[in-house]
């Protein structure tokens, strides 16, 4: 099982990224995705999930209306949009799959989740 977050970059206040989540030996459908962050000094925190099966998806109040979770199964892919970003948002960038056909129902459950690929560093300038 591996999971490969990217697409993390330099950006200015207001600006957009998409960050991706490669997925390798797993049935992605099967799985609940989460994105998590860690900024420098803070503790980890959820910002988003995806969940298995009808891909329901849940927020932390602090993204919700800018980032947007998505997927698509056929490329085993998981997607993390993510506009207007603020000076604290930098962070790294982790995504993380919980198998059995989970459904998110919290974002406080990155000790829950099975599987963690390497984080994808966002810096937002302000």
């Known amino acids: 099982v591996q999971l490969q977050a990217s697409g993390g970059g330099l950006v200015h206040s207001g600006g957009s990224l998409r960050l991706s989540c490669a997925t390798s030996g797993f049935t992605l459908e099967y799985y609940g995705i989460g994105w998590f962050r860690q900024a420098p000094g803070k503790e980890r925190e959820g910002v988003s999930c995806i969940s298995a099966g009808d891909g329901h998806t849940l927020y932390a109040d602090s993204v919700k209306g800018r980032f947007t979770i998505s997927r698509d199964i056929r490329k085993k892919m998981v997607y993390l949009q993510m506009h207007s970003l603020k000076p604290n948002d930098t962070a790294v960038y982790y995504c993380?799959?919980?198998?059995?056909?989970?459904?998110?129902?919290?974002?406080?459950?990155?000790?829950?989740?099975?599987?963690w690929g390497k984080g994808t560093l966002v810096t937002v300038s302000s």
């Open positions: 993380a799959a919980r198998g059995g056909k989970y459904q998110c129902d919290t974002l406080d459950d990155a000790e829950d989740m099975d599987y």
